[in-house]
């Protein structure tokens, strides 16, 4: 069996290959009738649907070019005449996969909005601000098309393009904001959204952060964040567990900052910049697809810094995070898309294969051998169960410990995606059926790419129960009411098209005893 550095790294590739999957570019739409708004910093130009417009390519922050390399987020400057909004504006740099060929384009720091028809100055609506995925190295806030959650839930939407990769989370001695610039971006833009959301009849009174995967976990740490407090009033958490650690490769994590350090003084030395007398000058002159080809595959935020005090799991164990409600949930079957690439890549999950595979996870004396008696193979077909160790060890138990420091102190809904026929984010036939796989739920709150899933009538409905409850706690710090299942704060409640219902048996179906124990 190969080592745990080649499994982590399939397992980063696999993300790769998901966001590809699920976020194709919608064909290029014929022209629409075109809106305008207002802001403080100049007029925007957008479209027009039925129901809703959207506002494209937003800037909330200088583009971070030059000598704004690896700095704060500086403000925007204002335009004059009409800015045109109507297409979204390049991603922030990142290799090919979602962002079909990639981008190199520094300039990114862009928001995109989506709100319903018929803004009420008097009565103005709940906003969303979500922080899409991908591991800290992709993604794109474009890639959401948030229009059913918008006009259901009437909210207005905000999706957001942060610093990613060695650009965004970079630690260098001497660099202030080392190892957090990204994180410092999606306050910028948290700060843009209290300023100027009333344009499009936000309410900046009424802002919940959400996001999933690195954009859930990127929600944990600006809970635990000083320079956080007062830009958001709810969260959103969706498979970006808080408690989750560095030494499981999977979920998202901070590392400290000294970490941090010494993976910025490889790439410094990669692109050829460790012997020159000023470092950060050097960095900063280097190209972009340099950069991305010499970062690592996995990138982290930092702790231990200004913005990033504390490890947001030691932070929240502690108490110390920003009072608000949060709704926060995990997939049932988390773990099985990275256990499906992995096994395609050649690497077989057998009864004999499987102790090799599980210690080269968890390599402490005596914890293979006791995962492997939780956790039996038999025959020939492992990959379930390796996905299995993968989600309960990685997502379902870190988010049910998140789930109960949070409620020690501020009111916390806990859900489990459960559809077992959530529609694939892959093409091809994976070695085994996936269930619901980390991201699953994601087509249920949006048009991944600007295209609808195919969903059955019972999928749809759920799809609807789904927006119903997110934008419900946007509204109310709450996801439950009268035209919704009972979601009641002691269980977890089960997402599923043939049964939206509390569950109390998730931990116990997840090992969470065995994870938990000392």
């Given at each position: ?376 193979v038999h025959g020939t077909d492992g ?132 994870w938990d124990a000392p």
């Amino acid at each position: 069996m190969r080592t745990r550095r080649v499994l982590t790294t399939l397992g980063c590739a696999l993300s790769a290959v998901l966001a590809t999957a699920w976020t194709t570019t919608a064909p290029t739409p014929a022209p629409r009738p075109v809106t305008e708004v207002r802001t403080d910093d100049g007029v925007l130009r957008g479209n027009a649907h039925d129901g809703y417009r959207t506002f494209e390519g937003i800037p909330y922050a200088a583009p971070p070019k030059g000598a704004l390399r690896w700095a704060a987020p500086r403000p925007a400057a204002p335009w004059h005449g009409v800015r045109d909004a109507t297409r979204p504006a390049h991603a922030c740099p990142q290799a090919a996969g979602e962002v079909p060929g990639g981008s190199t384009d520094e300039d990114c720091l862009h928001v995109n909005v989506t709100a319903p028809d018929g803004a009420d100055p008097a009565h103005p609506r709940p906003v969303i601000v979500w922080l899409h995925g991908g591991g800290f190295t992709t993604g794109a806030g474009a890639s959401y098309d948030a229009h059913r959650m918008a006009v259901r839930g009437d909210v207005v939407v905000v999706t957001v393009d942060y610093r990613l990769g060695a650009l965004g989370f970079l630690a260098h001695d001497g660099l202030p904001g080392s190892g957090t610039f990204g994180l410092a971006d999606q306050q910028a833009a948290l700060r843009w959204v209290r300023a100027g959301i009333g344009a499009f009849g936000g309410d900046a009174h009424q802002v919940t952060l959400a996001g999933e995967s690195a954009g859930g976990y990127s929600v944990c740490a600006q809970l635990a964040s000083p320079a956080a407090r007062g830009l958001f009033d709810r969260a959103i958490i969706e498979s970006g567990p808080c408690t989750g650690t560095p030494d499981h490769p999977f979920a998202p994590s901070s590392a400290p900052l000294a970490t941090a350090r010494a993976a910025g003084e490889d790439l410094t030395a990669k692109v050829g910049c460790g012997g020159a007398r000023d470092a950060l000058a050097c960095l900063r002159r280097v190209s972009v697809p340099r950069l991305l080809a010499a970062q690592d595959t996995d990138q982290q935020p930092a702790y231990d810094t200004p913005l990033l005090p504390a490890d947001p799991a030691a932070a929240i164990t502690a108490g110390r995070y920003h009072r608000v409600p949060v709704l926060i949930g995990s997939n049932h079957d988390e773990g099985n898309g990275w256990a499906a690439g992995i096994i395609q890549a050649g690497n077989p999950v057998t009864a004999e294969t499987w102790p090799d595979v599980v210690s080269a996870f968890f390599p402490a004396p005596g914890q293979a051998e006791a995962i492997v008696r939780a956790y039996p193979v038999h025959g020939t077909d492992g990959g379930p169960v390796f996905g299995a160790v993968i989600g309960d060890a990685d997502f379902a138990c870190p988010t049910a410990r998140t789930r109960t420091l949070l409620a020690a102190h501020v009111p916390t809904w806990r859900y489990e995606f459960a559809d077992e026929h959530a529609p694939p984010l892959t093409s091809g036939t994976p070695p085994f059926p996936l269930g619901a796989p980390h991201a699953s739920e994601l087509p249920y709150l949006f048009d991944l790419g600007g295209r609808p899933r195919d969903l059955t009538a019972a999928q749809h409905r759920l799809a609807d129960t789904m927006i119903d409850y997110w934008t419900r706690f946007a509204r109310t710090g709450s996801p439950d009411g009268p035209s919704s299942p009972h979601w009641s704060r002691r269980t977890v409640q089960s997402l599923a098209p043939d049964r939206v219902a509390p569950t109390r048996t998730a931990d116990l179906r997840h090992h969470c005893a065995f994870w938990d124990a000392p």
